[in-house]
């Protein structure tokens, strides 16, 4: 079903610091409000790669769209070990608020290996990433900053029923903070996961997909909680693409943020043209951003989905029990909403307006 486009037209970042009466209040104001209503409150947990050359960057671009989206307050955001060790995701997504011009928005640093230290190929994976050549500057946190996992029990604790999880990278902090205080279940308003594959092959193994191989036990832990998730996998997010101009078009930009995020996702760009043929990315976080206030964008179905810890060769599947004949097999009810169908050109016109487009009208705008 085709879904109606807002005809909003999106100011650029530095105008949405200072918006004229009636747009959204002050990204700091306690309340934060859109056509009228509040705005939805949201975490976002993720592993941004952005800043570390080579690395997914796809996660900072999901980033921007909420920063950029004026019906998204976005509470905090907490760093993950996945595509980058949490120390380097945790540096890119302070140098990414700096530049933007919010630091106001929290970030906290987070788990730094899997829920089962023993898995040796994730550990593997990260200190291979590790190495990476960076454009984003080291940073620490502050003596006395809360850990990812204490700001997320905290944040949801303190507003019942108000805080939306986006996760977008491995679930590790979001499991820790369901096995260190599980009443946090009954008080979140619910997930959003990019994660997972139902009906197609995986990403990262012919049955995983990235994010729940990476840590399949905090995955396992997060989807047998009870929590209400909406599992925005492959099945959708490899029908979403950035085209590469769009990227050559930042990287000749004079501005410093739009010339960073050229830079920073040129050479994923040609890796993947070496790897896969393409040069063309897929919007994995940046879909379950927008779908955490644009449900509309996709087509769910509700089905028991349960996580493979066990396998050698199948750890991190997904197994969706989709379809009338699986389910006569697993009497278990339904956890999860499934999206398996998006309105992709919604989407992408979404994504242009609020992220490419507003870093390159922010780019053009005169130095002041």
């Known amino acids: 079903m085709p879904v109606k486009e807002s005809t909003l037209r999106q100011p650029s970042f530095v105008q949405r610091l200072n918006p004229a009466p009636g747009q959204a209040l002050s990204p700091t104001s306690s309340t934060r409000y859109y056509s009228g209503q509040p705005a939805m409150r949201i975490v976002i947990d993720t592993d941004p790669a952005m800043g570390s050359l080579g690395g997914d ?11 950029n989206s004026p019906e998204l307050r976005v509470d905090g955001i907490t760093v993950v070990q996945g595509n980058v060790p949490a120390e380097h995701g945790y540096a890119n997504t302070l140098y990414l608020l700096s530049l933007i011009g919010r ?29 990476l050549p960076r454009i984003a500057p080291d940073a620490e946190p502050a003596h006395g900053d809360p850990h990812a996992v204490d ?26 903070a369901i096995q260190r205080e599980p ?21 990262i193994t012919p049955l995983a997909e990235f994010n729940f191989w990476a840590d399949p036990e905090a995955a396992s832990v997060v989807f047998e909680s009870g929590a209400r998730i909406t ?24 501005h410093q943020l739009a010339k960073f995020v050229g830079d920073a996702v040129a050479p994923f760009i040609d890796l993947r043209r070496t790897l896969l043929d393409s040069p063309d990315l897929h919007l994995y976080d940046s879909l379950a951003v927008a779908a955490a206030f644009r449900p509309e964008l996709l087509e769910t179905k509700p ?18 029990y989709l379809d ?18 998006v309105d992709t050109d919604a989407f992408e016109r979404l994504f242009k307006e609020r992220v490419i487009d507003a870093l390159l009208a922010d780019s053009h705008r005169t130095p002041e």
């Open 57 to 67: 960057p796809e996660d900072s671009f999901a980033i921007i769209l909420a920063l």
């Open 103 to 131: 630091g106001d928005v929290p970030v906290h640093r987070g788990v730094c290996e899997p829920l089962n230290s023993a898995r040796s190929d994730q550990r593997a994976w990260l200190a291979q990433r590790g190495s």
């Open 151 to 176: 700001f997320l029990i905290q944040t949801i604790l303190d507003n019942p029923n108000e805080i939306t999880l986006v996760a977008i990278g491995p679930l590790s902090n979001i499991a820790m």
């Open 183 to 203: 009443t946090i279940i009954t008080k979140v308003a619910g997930i959003v996961a990019m994660g997972g594959n139902a009906t197609v092959p995986g990403n």
């Open 231 to 254: 599992m925005v996998g492959l099945d959708v997010c490899e029908q979403t693409h950035l085209q590469e101009d769009s990227i050559r078009a930042l990287q000749v930009s004079p």
């Open 303 to 320: 089905a028991f989905v349960a996580i493979e810890t066990e396998g050698r060769r199948t750890q991190g599947a997904t197994v969706a």
């Open 324 to 341: 009338p004949i699986t389910r006569l097999w697993e009497t278990s009810e339904p956890n999860t909403d499934v999206a398996l169908a």
